[in-house]
């Protein structure tokens, strides 16, 4: 017999967790009780929420990512095994016990579009725990012009609908984590106020500690209402390009990197040298020890080929084919797209060096004239082929056999 899976949260059938199965839809036991208690209002706030620990592995959380990121297994793998020790940490570990484990914070290193904001993205959706995302960039030490470190906190809050409870087990994920690399070997007297700076503001609550914030953010000022925030079992996740990072690992590897025979080498072997990262390259870079000393966990992404690009296009759940055939389909309009048109855009956005952030744009760039004739297009099937999107041609509209049929 085939094995069951419920529907809603794809947990496979044990004989502790049954499933009921309906037409097309399975849900196991453990999804009936936490419906029954949020219809009946029998949620306790103060209590933890009821994770399925015996059912919560790495293996299912690397299956969770496999259907919205593609490749990158290395960095799933590692990844998930983060994640699940983090909330085990919080779930299973008894107070009181003599062995404390610390919380394992989380650093992602891959170029622009490879899938870091998303993987942190997904899991979070998946264990429905808040999460705020914010761009290290925008951050600067306290007093200075910018926002204050602690209100990455205050997105988290917000994120939790003020549930103090609940944003103290969020994620929070620090994009552009290298922008705020200090400014040299060579310091000056002036203040790094949004390198260095920023990365000292950081370690207080990446660590763990009580934090003051401002329920509705910006400065704080004398007198006003404080929440205070623990930040011990909150998982803190920071991705980054680290652009030029190669350099510095070649050299310590003894690596030639220069003439001219030996550039496009060095760019082929890009993800082997990334294998390679130490911390000491980190240092190099512009991170201070004492922040990496508390970003654990350090992964790498690889940068995604035309074919994984080509595979992000047509295979994950929320697919930008899956999505935008969607959106024709409402306009009563079949939306046809070839392999090379699909292999064409997933060129181009290579060469603008935008990952599989870059997809997006260049689809509605190659649609925009059938977009803004969609309404009077019922009834056909639009073919975009290779060269709508290398030679801007117009694509096909075909009469659909189907509104033929029927009328």
Request: glycine share 8%; charged share 30%; proline share 2%.
């Amino acid at each position: 017999m085939k094995n069951k899976n419920c529907s809603f949260c794809h947990t496979a059938e044990t004989e502790d967790n049954p499933i009921l199965a309906g037409e097309n839809v399975y849900i196991c036991k453990s999804c009936i009780n936490a419906a029954h208690k949020m219809i009946n209002g029998e949620n306790d706030e103060s209590e933890k929420p009821d994770f399925d620990m015996e059912h919560f592995s790495p293996k299912y959380l690397k299956s969770i990512l496999d259907e919205y990121v593609i490749g990158q297994e290395g960095a799933k793998k590692v990844f998930s095994i983060g994640v699940y020790n983090h909330y085990k940490r919080i779930f299973k570990q008894k107070e009181g016990e003599d062995t404390t484990i610390d919380k394992s914070n989380v650093l992602l290193i891959g170029p622009t579009g490879s899938g870091k904001t998303l993987m942190a993205q997904t899991l979070a959706k998946f264990l429905d725990v808040p999460i705020a995302i914010t761009d290290a960039t925008s951050l600067t030490e306290a007093g200075y012009v910018g926002e204050d470190v602690e209100n990455i906190l205050t997105k988290l809050l917000q994120s939790a609908d003020g549930d103090v409870e609940k944003a103290q087990r969020g994620i929070i994920f620090i994009d552009e984590l290298d922008k705020i690399s200090r400014l040299g070997e060579n310091r000056s007297i002036t203040r790094d106020v949004s390198g260095e700076g920023v990365q000292q503001a950081l370690l207080k609550i990446i660590e763990g500690s009580t934090v003051n914030i401002s329920a509705k953010g910006g400065r704080k000022h004398p007198n006003q209402d404080f929440t205070q925030i623990d930040t011990k079992n909150i998982l803190f996740i920071a991705g980054g390009a680290f652009d030029g990072i190669e350099d510095i690992i070649a050299r310590r590897v003894g690596k030639n990197v220069l003439g001219f025979n030996q550039n496009q080498e060095k760019l082929d072997d890009r993800d082997n040298l990334l294998e390679r990262l130490e911390v000491e390259d980190l240092i190099s870079y512009g991170m201070i020890p004492e922040l990496l000393g508390r970003l654990h966990i350090v992964t790498t992404l690889k940068e995604l080929t035309t074919e994984d690009l080509v595979h992000i296009l047509t295979e994950p759940r929320n697919a930008l084919e899956k999505q935008y055939k969607k959106l024709f389909e409402l306009d009563d309009v079949e939306l046809t797209i070839e392999k090379d048109a699909l292999e064409a855009i997933a060129s181009l956005s290579i060469k603008r060096k935008t990952g599989a952030r870059g997809l997006r744009s260049i689809m509605e760039q190659v649609m925009l004239d059938t977009m803004y004739e969609l309404p009077e297009l019922k009834g056909y099937e639009v073919v975009i082929s290779g060269d709508c999107v290398n030679n801007n041609e117009k694509p096909v509209y075909i009469k659909s056999k189907k509104t033929k049929k029927s009328a």
